[in-house]
């Protein structure tokens, strides 16, 4: 299977798995960060949200193989695609309507995708790397314990008929760093010098586990509570950035070899920034507090 087609179906069984955790998480009872407990055992026992995870582990399994194959920004914009089908998902089978401003920003995500898949270039050939645990934790302890203590703190008011109900850009972000560290460390995972079994003794696995655990739960609370186009929008923009950002500079893979590609580049993290700034706040389709 060559990388690129590896990249393609990962990303549909990401996406495909992501839609089903919605279903799971409208039939859920109101789920908090801050009843770590009730949080786990309920998702753990809901046999459609395990269904669902099945096929998102298999979609991170194929992303081992693609980003064995080819680079990060190769492999970023083809796994950002997904949202296509995804908001087709969302808005066919989950019955949800973007705003004019809403529909600006995802064309703004678009163009942020092309800009960066036309800086690509000519990337060199893949190759085996090996980085200092001290390098890994430095760039995944924060991603991990910022979204955890936004989540633990900002979640701990009971719903009420006076609140506004968000847009989901907070649950986005928050569940977006966590997933974007568990890819970083399946990047190290597949160029890593380790064979078979070796992985275990590398922080790769682990950290992909629990990084992937606390992005996914974080994803129900916000699929729960908002509109999965928004949230998926913004949780895959966060994540895939902080990837391709930091992945790049983790791995040694370099950047554009020419200031043209270079702009490219930047102006394409420039534009899906502006993108996500631009969702509203609050669900403009939610009735105002009190109705």
Known sequence: MTGALAAFAATALYYLGFAIFKVAADRAEPLRVNRILHLVWHVLSDWIFLAGLC???GGLSLQIVALSKVPLSVAVPIFVSGLVPLLVIAVVFFGERLTLREWISLLLIAAA???IALSIGSPPPIKAI???PWKLA???VPALALPFLVMLFGDHRPDGRHARRVSGIAYGISAGLPVGCAE??????SVSH????????TPYPYVTVLAAALGF???QLGFQRA???IVATVMTITAKTYLLLVGTMLYGEPWPDDRGRVALRVLGFGVAATAVLLFPRHDPHAPEPGD
């Open 227 to 229: 509109r999965v186009s």
């Open 194 to 201: 380790a064979h078979g079994l070796e992985i275990l003794h």
């Open 217 to 219: 739960g974080i994803l």
């Open 138 to 140: 430095a760039v995944v």
């Open 184 to 189: 970083l460390a399946i990047k190290g995972w």
């Open 55 to 57: 096929l998102v582990l």
């Open 130 to 132: 090996s980085v200092a």
């Open 113 to 115: 995708i092309l800009l």
